[in-house]
């Protein structure tokens, strides 16, 4: 094609040339010809630069690669090649469905400075460092390992430590299946991921670990979304804890049910009308596999709000052993039932929530008959400062990661998203304070003595936020935590009725 390109400029050049040719039969016919050959070459280069251009243009004016043309080009997989994206995490897929992996991961770097300092030092630590992946197969088959790397929240060296292992079956969206190690959902605000909490810490409601609200547990789990608005989990646990088989034959039975009347009524995109309930029927898990003839024992208790004093820190005895909460020993065979109340409710960049949670501990033979009682409640109301909309995160009955409308950038000046929160909260477990004549054995109750040097069982903590989400992945908050208590607190020969923190942390996780 260049070729006859040539020929035609070559002919043009010589008809143009002619005239001048003749008039001047007396020049020098080798210079005139050397002359016509360099112009014939410059000719040339600028038609291919040209054709270069037009080349480039047409591949650029082709669309991307979609997930079908990718399909098709494929056929059937065999291996390779790999596509890799990045949403909500590392993405790895072969193009046709039949298997991806994600691979997810986050650091929360904090710092706290808790008054009075005698109780717990500045300090900075590594909430929570985690790295693992999920791995689908043929679309309804998952299976997702999860590991922590981060130290003890009581500062002793940590190891690592697993939070999810479990296999999926998601054939079915309204009856999902689950077995292994997961967090059975109770309640609203503990069954959401922790990199999307509102504030740093739950509150004081949710905070108190297995004995109320279960973290990581192992067992089997039915969930799912039979119809739009509705989620319902249903769960069969060991009620043990995270890394633990059960030392008892009896199970825990975890439910939750939640709508969104908002989905329901077909309200417009900009709200979130959320209700829920759930329950759970137990025991209190002992603590220790007695010998035969040997009851059962365990006791429970309960950190502060700003991950502050705890009721199980190592090395303090007699006096310098109180904390925030904490119970007598509970022997032999103890129900344990719970109820909670949740809400959310969500317009535009403003959201109320709450929960209410009471907690029965139930011990009955031929000679005992007690029941204790814990109740506890939050609410809590945040704005999106920077007009977000807390809709655009609400998924599968809780809430999830936002996106500000433009990321944090000093090129193009984008700002991120900002959120402030105010929340309030109440732990009330008065119950097991109790006189002497009014304490049956084996009900972790309090006796007048032991009350006096030991325990408060009654608190209430105010807690203030700040977020700074620079993109859906990284976020900077600040808290400050002021939680009062019912009766002074000693630690460490400190003694206090309240306790005062303030809290940061930065956070990338993806």
Known sequence: ????????????????????????????????????????????????????????????????????????????????????????????????????????????????????????????????????????????????????????????????????????????????????????????????????????????????????????????????????????????????????????????FIGRFAANIADLAEWKNSSVVHLGVSGSKNQVEPSNSPAAGTAYSTALSAYTEANGITSNTAGNTGATATKFFGTDAFTGNVDKNRLGFETALAYGPAKFQGEYITTSFNKFSATTSATKKITASYVSLTWLATGGNYADSYKSGMFNRIYPKQNFSWSNAGFGEVELGLRYSIFDASDFKTTAQGCVAGTGCLTTATAATAYTNKANAWTAGAKWMLTPYARLMLNYVHTKFDTPVIFNSISSNDEKAIAMRAQYDF
Request: no cysteine.
């Open 1 to 252: 094609m260049l070729n006859l390109n040539k020929l035609a400029l070559l002919a043009v050049s010589i008809l143009l040339t002619a005239p001048n040719a003749m008039a001047d039969a007396t020049a020098d016919t080798k210079t005139k010809l050397e002359a016509l050959q360099q112009q014939i070459q410059a000719l040339s280069a600028e038609l291919h630069a040209m054709q270069e251009q037009l080349a480039n243009a047409n591949r650029q004016a082709q669309p991307a690669n979609t997930g079908e043309e990718k399909t098709v080009s494929k056929g059937q997989s065999k291996g390779e090649p790999m596509y890799a994206s990045f949403k909500d995490g590392l993405v790895f897929d072969d193009g046709t469905g039949n298997w991806s992996l994600q691979l997810n991961g986050r650091v929360q770097a904090d710092y706290r400075n808790t008054t009075p300092t005698q109780w717990k030092n500045d300090t900075f630590t590594i909430r929570r460092a985690r790295l693992g992946g999920t791995f689908t197969y043929l679309k309804d088959f998952a299976v997702r390992i999860e590991g922590e790397f981060a130290n003890g929240n009581d500062g002793a060296k940590g190891t690592t430590a697993m939070t999810y292992g479990h296999v999926d079956y998601n054939h079915f969206p309204g009856a999902r299946l689950r077995i292994g190690q997961f967090k059975p959902v109770f309640g609203l605000e503990r069954a959401e991921s922790t990199n999307f909490t509102d504030f740093m810490e739950l509150s004081l409601a949710t905070a108190t670990g297995p004995a109320f609200n279960s973290t990581y547990d192992r067992g089997l789990m039915l969930f799912g979304a039979p119809f739009k608005g509705t989620y319902y989990n249903l769960s069969y646990v060991n009620g043990s804890g995270q890394n633990n088989d059960s030392l008892k034959d009896s199970k825990d």
